[in-house]
């Protein structure tokens, strides 16, 4: 039986008289790729910011493998193993694309004054490039190790947030629009990476605009609007939807 790893409850967020998220639930099972989308403005940027602790609810509750998360910090959050990218580039233009994996590792290979004073600071940090060379081959980025990350083109630099992120090994990933500037070809190779990730075990939460990766590569789908759930189920269902349809695309043409 699939474990549910991410359970939201009631979730809430007002800013003064505006409520960006108003009692959304759903859960993500592990092993999944569940996709949270919605017309502009239906809060999806507002409930990824409240699961991965950038904002503290108003109301409702996050949890973690039933671990209330909820109102944590980021830090915390992502101490826990819930990490997020985001839909603008975070890297280190000017360090190598090596480096920038190093950087991901911190939380599980962290050196610190005690390590340092037996002498084991060397061992933690071959264990970070170990790591890290072993992320840079999963994502197909072996050869790019020495390059600097400003180098890469859009989709490898897109690719390299995502190694980043997996470096520090996370129980589930939240990816912000991670298809945005990317061309036909890119997109594709970004799925196929999204479901390798799927299929080694890894536990995907994505926010997307493009309908073509989301269909065809979601488990599950969660439709909000106007910060409420809409409507959620498997992609064919959603497709089909006449609610999804006219609240987010439009007419039953743009989704087949």
Do not use: W
């Not at 505006?18 to 639930?25: C, D, E, P, Q, R």
């Not at 050196?111 to 340092?116: K, M, S, T, V």
């Not at 060397?122 to 264990?127: E, G, S, T």
């Not at 959603?238 to 987010?248: F, L």
């Amino acid at each position: 039986m699939e474990s549910k790893i991410l359970k939201v409850n009631d979730l809430g967020k007002q800013f003064g008289g505006i409520k960006a998220v108003n009692g959304l639930s759903f859960v993500v099972k592990e092993g999944h790729i569940h996709g949270l989308i919605g017309p502009n403005g239906a809060g999806k940027t507002t409930t990824f910011n409240l699961i991965s602790g950038f904002y503290k609810p108003s109301q409702g509750s996050v949890r973690l493998f039933d671990e209330e998360i909820s109102g944590l910090g980021m830090y915390r959050v992502a101490r826990k193993g819930v990490i997020r990218t985001f839909q603008h580039s975070t890297l280190f233009a000017e360090m190598s694309v090596l480096e920038n994996v190093l950087v991901g590792t911190h939380m599980m290979f962290k050196p610190n004054f005690l390590a340092a004073l037996i002498g084991n600071e060397r061992a933690i940090r071959d264990q970070a490039i170990k790591r890290s060379r072993e992320v840079l081959e999963f994502f197909g980025l072996e050869s790019f190790t020495s390059n600097l990350a400003g180098e890469l083109s859009h989709g490898h630099q897109r690719t390299l947030g995502m190694a980043v992120a997996m470096a520090s090994n996370p129980k589930i990933l939240l990816l912000d629009e991670p298809f945005t500037g990317m061309n036909p070809e890119e997109t594709q190779s970004m799925m196929g990476l999204m479901a390798k990730l799927r299929d080694s075990g890894m536990t995907l939460l994505l926010v997307e605009h493009d309908m073509t990766a989301i269909m065809g590569l979601c488990d599950r789908i969660t439709v909000m609007n106007f910060g409420k759930l809409l409507t959620e189920g498997k992609p064919l269902e959603i497709r089909n939807h006449p609610d999804v349809i006219e609240a987010y695309l439009g007419t039953r043409n743009h989704a087949t």
